[in-house]
């Protein structure tokens, strides 16, 4: 009986034993000391120092968060931020000796005219240079820009003379910087280029980026037909118009901040009444004009974000309809 008693209690003890260990094992292998999933250390980003241009040492674009609106202002092509480096053309911009590695586009001194469809991650700087997109109206155009900087003396910095539609990626954390100077003597019978970036077809700016335009001729920023800001930070001094479309300006994100020698943000078409206006839905604009802040030939609409303006002019300028978020626009 005393034997069965003790192989009893030692076989309790075993099971009691075994419970407390499996507990511990469960407990180490689930927590991080605050209860949590520790983090997979591959997830974590590190520097990249074989980056391709486009990429920024810490950024995997592939893996960039896209951007979902809420209305049917925008495309797909206006909310496509990621992109494959190893699907795009390399071009590094350097004075008279820039490098192409794939197809599409071709340099003709300081020069750089893309030819055809498709993404161009851009890099460098050019001192009086410029930057053509000249393809078929039915074919779009992708420009990202990691860290450019293109100065020019004689016409716009980047110049869309056709497509379908042009995006301008700017890749995370990057800095773009375009110049142009006070007089252009490479113009059209239309006079044009008339701005720093100029556009004659959809031109469309997204990314987590940097632009600044420095526009000391006309317009910062113009277009012929729809402009789009998605995302990223865009800085314009301009001695006219800070931006000016002539179909429609949307923004959807993004911190805007302008100073204009005329009006600050400018949509003039005149001949159908479906365009000809601004719709913004969320972001920052900051801005400051000698003129009007937000002028629209036929419809003004703020559902979102905050508009600040300092002007001598109107705040907003539109003879149609004219519909603002409370508290979205702040005068100063």
Known sequence: ??????????????????????????????????????????????????????????EDPSAIPQVVSTSDQFTKFDTTIAYVPEECTKINLKDNATE??????????????????????????????????????????????????????KSACI???????????????????????ATYTELDAKG??????????????????ALTVNANYNNGIGCKNDLCIVTGTVTVTASNNAIKAKESFRMHDGIVSVNSGDDAVKVDGDEDISKGYIFIEGGSLNLVAVDDA?????KITVTGGTITTKVDGKALNCLG??????????EK
Do not use: H, W
Not at 162 to 175: E, P, Y
Not at 192 to 209: F, M, Q, V
């Open 1 to 58: 009986m005393k034997t069965t008693r003790l192989f009893g209690t030692l076989r309790a003890i075993a099971v009691v034993l075994a419970a407390i260990l499996m507990i511990a094992a469960v407990s180490a292998c689930s927590s991080n000391g605050s209860g949590e999933t520790p983090e997979n250390p591959t997830t974590a980003p590190v520097d990249n120092p074989t980056a391709t241009p486009g990429e920024t040492a810490n």
């Open 100 to 153: 192409i590695v794939g197809q599409g586009a071709s340099v003709d001194g300081n020069k750089i005219t893309v030819n055809t469809a498709g993404s161009y991650i851009l890099s460098g700087s050019l001192t009086d240079g410029q930057i053509i997109v000249n393809v078929e109206k039915t074919e779009k155009v992708r420009l990202i820009l990691n860290n450019v900087s293109v100065t020019n003396t």
């Open 159 to 181: 110049y869309v003379m056709s497509a379908d539609k042009v995006g301008i990626t700017l890749a995370t954390g990057t800095q773009n910087t375009f110049t142009d100077a």
């Open 192 to 209: 044009n280029p008339n701005a720093c970036i100029y556009s004659k077809d959809d031109l469309t700016i997204n990314g987590y980026g």
């Open 321 to 330: 309809e004219v519909s603002i978020a409370k508290g979205s626009l702040i």
């Open 294 to 298: 937000l002028t629209a030939s036929f």
